[in-house]
């Protein structure tokens, strides 16, 4: 399989930008993460990055995919902490 990604994000007129993307892909499925930070939160200028990162550590994209394994990966990813 050959896939091609692109990804663009705009800070806009915040002084930092909490948006994140990522993928995985694998020989039978492929993960696209799109994580998008609560801006002026405690700890969001972290949040963002985390939450895209272990959903993306957590998926085996060798794996069939149901939706129980993907909630199961949001769900994981809902556990790390900084």
């Not at 039978?28 to 939160?41: E, H, N, S």
């Not at 972290?46 to 149901?66: E, H, M, P, R, T």
Request: with cysteine; glycine share 10%; charged share 20%.
């Amino acid at each position: 399989m050959n896939i091609v990604t692109a990804s663009l994000s705009h800070t806009g007129t915040r002084a930092s930008n909490q948006d994140a993307v990522g993928e995985r892909i694998g020989r039978r499925a492929a993960c696209f993460v799109t994580c998008d930070g609560v801006a002026g939160q405690p700890g969001g200028d972290v949040a963002f990055w985390l939450a895209c990162n272990a959903i993306l550590s957590y998926f085996d994209g060798d794996k069939q995919l149901n939706a129980k394994y993907i909630r199961g990966c949001v769900n994981e990813a809902m556990l790390v902490r900084p």
